[in-house]
């Protein structure tokens, strides 16, 4: 039982209104979605940008190193971090603008993904449903540009509002300042510019284009379509189908840890890629826009004799190689022992360095 202590007052004192409240030894375990073992020194939970700057003013926490997190589902602790851990809880959901073309949801950065999905279409509010199911916080979605079934993050974004961890300062970023990318945005830059690290993400603004126009692109969409000759599926009935197909493709993290894709799905030129099919013609791969081309990350591991082997105590799920799982009691060394192992055996064999998703700490 983690002990509560205010630095503003004494231990199990009532802390005052507004006073910091950090806690002590927190364990992590069941705050990452791979059930690792780590453990916070300390922990601060935030509920609002004024919450957020209370951490950043405060004489002792102000200067400390700062983590943050969120839901832990993509994250694969290795340690326990060095720093002081901020929990988002920022919480709330509410239309903002509504106009003939666009309806703009804002939501905290505590809330729920998924939560948020079902928000906006128990309110007529369309657009998410591709992006159902996926794990963590409305406060994360934009540090990688979550992603699914055809609609990544950054189709829906409109701006967010996050709180400077050196100065205090609220800031407003639209979607050009979070330069988004594949998986990738400005929070996960750690170089000149980038925002790794230094602001918390509070609130998160959606824009959901009207009228809403289905995204049914995607292969395994598109053969639901065929089997069950719906044509013209309503937001629920692709927000059912894409529930169906993740339930089925991927663990749920409460019976068996993972952090879903452990890998991202390499991008090569068309060249290589061609060299590639000619010794491999079955090879999974989507031609992009610029002439490169997409190649799937869970074939090549696959291809390579993954799925389904352990190193350890850690594994590679055996209904979809890319997804890397805790099979009872893994450390976060075993995780990136067995992430090696794939990443050296897919280059030996394809020449393709694997790069993995989730944060390591
Ligand atoms: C079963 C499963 C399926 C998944 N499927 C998908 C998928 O289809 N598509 C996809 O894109 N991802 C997927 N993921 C990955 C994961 O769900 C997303 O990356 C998610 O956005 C992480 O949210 P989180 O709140 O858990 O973030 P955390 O794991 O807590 O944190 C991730 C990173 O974001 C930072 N961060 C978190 N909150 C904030 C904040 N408020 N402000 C600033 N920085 C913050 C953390 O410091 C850390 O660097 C899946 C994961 C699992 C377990």
Redesign the pocket.
């Known amino acids: 039982m983690p002990a509560s202590a205010t630095p503003d007052g004494p231990v199990g004192a009532a802390p005052a209104r507004h006073a910091l409240v950090v806690e002590e030894g927190v364990s992590l375990r069941m705050l990452?979605?791979l059930g690792l073992p780590a453990q916070a020194a300390y922990l601060v939970r935030v509920d609002s940008e004024a919450a957020v700057r209370r951490v950043v003013d405060h004489p002792q926490w102000g200067m400390a190193p700062k983590?943050?997190?969120?839901?832990?589902?993509?994250?694969v602790f290795t340690r326990d971090p060095a720093a002081l851990v901020i929990k988002?809880e920022v919480m709330g959901i509410r239309v903002v603008h509504e106009g003939p073309q666009e309806v703009i949801v804002e939501a905290g950065?505590g809330v729920g993904?998924h939560e948020l999905v079902c928000w906006t279409l128990a309110h007529g509010l369309p657009g998410l449903e591709n992006?159902a199911l996926?794990?963590?916080?409305v406060?994360?979605?934009p540090?990688?540009?979550?992603?699914?079934y055809g609609v990544e993050l950054k189709d829906r974004f409109h701006s967010l509002v996050?709180v400077d961890l050196v100065t205090g300062r609220t800031v407003e970023l639209d979607a050009r300042a979070c330069v988004f990318g594949y998986?990738d945005s400005v929070?996960?830059q750690t170089g000149f510019g980038g925002l790794?690290?230094k602001?918390?993400?509070?609130r998160v603004r959606l824009r959901l284009p009207r009228p809403w126009q289905p995204i049914v692109g995607y292969l395994d969409l598109q053969r639901r379509i065929e089997d069950s000759g719906i044509t013209s599926p309503s937001p629920q009935q692709i927000f059912d189908w894409v529930c169906e197909i993740?339930r089925a493709k991927?663990?749920?993290?409460a019976v068996l840890g993972?952090?879903?894709?452990f890998f991202k799905n390499p991008v090569v030129s068309a060249e290589q890629c061609r060299d590639i099919i000619a010794r491999d013609p079955g090879i999974v791969h989507y031609p992009l826009e610029d002439g490169s081309v997409k190649l799937a990350a869970g074939w090549l591991i696959d291809a390579c004799g993954w799925k389904g082997r352990s190193v350890g105590r850690a594994g590679v799920y055996d209904k979809q190689a890319l997804?890397l799982v805790n099979r009872g009691g893994a450390t976060g060394a075993e995780v990136l022992t067995l992430a090696r192992a794939i990443q050296t055996s897919v280059y030996e064999r394809f020449g393709i360095r694997l790069e993995p998703?989730?944060?390591v700490i």
């Not at 993972?258 to 894709?261: K, M, Q």
């Open positions: 990452n979605t983590m943050v997190l969120g839901g832990g589902s993509n994250l988002v950065a993904w992006m996926i794990p963590g916080t406060g994360a979605a540090v990688q540009n979550i992603g699914a996050a998986r929070f996960k790794a690290g602001s918390v993400i509070t993740r991927l663990p749920d993290p993972n952090a879903g894709s997804v998703e989730p944060i």
